[in-house]
């Protein structure tokens, strides 16, 4: 399979608490991508790690990338409730796991 | 700067009819890609297209089919619909082919009866 493993599936936590998700795959990787996705609808590009790249920030977001244990993982810090949705990581540019649903409680 | 725009919103179909979905990519995109995605899951690649012709296809029957015209707009095909095609199919523009940032369009549900 190429496609990326979320974990855990669904994470409820506090406002003002921080998330972290993590991204399994069995492939190797040229890049690593991550994704939210409000209730059924479209998709909205997070970041992109490369497979050289250990650690990348964006905001208040924060991914690492393992390329010998081929596996990442999203730290959403300070959550708010705004940030409630499902996350996925994507390998290959196209092959998505079954997402992180993450409940952030006001 | 117009984003990703999908027709129709939303569709009810009977199985065994076939179903014609469009996607006009993000202005100065000219790749587009199609993913079906069942309640609860994440989204499964279905194929690519790039000037105008598949590039690359996930594990999907030849039911589904596609095209993209000369202005990079693009259309998903499906034949002989099954219950089981019931999904939310999204598609992403993105420029090029490189390790790409794609950006998704809100979707069009597809309900089959």
């Known amino acids: 399979s190429q496609q990326g493993e979320e974990d855990p599936q669904a994470l409820s936590i506090q406002e003002g608490e921080n998330a972290t998700m993590n991204c399994s795959y069995k492939?190797?990787?040229?890049?690593l991508q991550w994704y939210r996705q409000n209730s059924g609808r479209g998709l909205v590009h997070l970041i992109l790690?490369?497979?050289?790249?250990r650690e990348k920030h964006s905001g208040r977001l924060r991914v690492t990338l393992d390329t010998s244990k081929k596996s990442s993982s999203l730290l959403i810090t300070a959550s708010r409730a705004a940030d409630t949705a499902s996350y996925f990581c994507?390998?290959?540019?196209?092959?998505f796991g079954s997402g992180t649903k993450l409940n952030v409680k006001p | 700067d117009a984003g990703v725009t999908q027709s129709p919103t939303h569709l009810i179909k009977t199985r065994g009819q076939q179903v014609t979905l469009r996607c006009s990519p993000k202005?100065?995109?000219?790749?587009v890609s199609w993913y079906q995605q069942a309640l609860g899951q994440g989204p499964q690649f279905i194929f690519q297209?790039?000037?105008?012709?598949?590039?690359q296809r996930g594990n999907f029957p030849d039911r589904f089919s596609g095209h993209q015209f000369p202005n990079y707009s693009s259309e998903l095909n499906v034949n002989a619909l099954l219950l089981g095609d019931s999904a939310l199919y999204l598609c992403a523009s993105s420029l090029g082919q490189g390790p790409m940032r794609q950006y998704f369009g809100p979707g069009t549900r597809l309900t089959v009866t």
């Open positions: 994507a390998t290959k540019e196209f092959y």
């Open positions: 790690i490369r497979s050289n790249e």
């Open positions: 492939t190797s990787i040229n890049n």
């Open positions: 202005s100065g995109h000219d790749t």
């Open positions: 297209y790039y000037e105008e012709e598949e590039r």
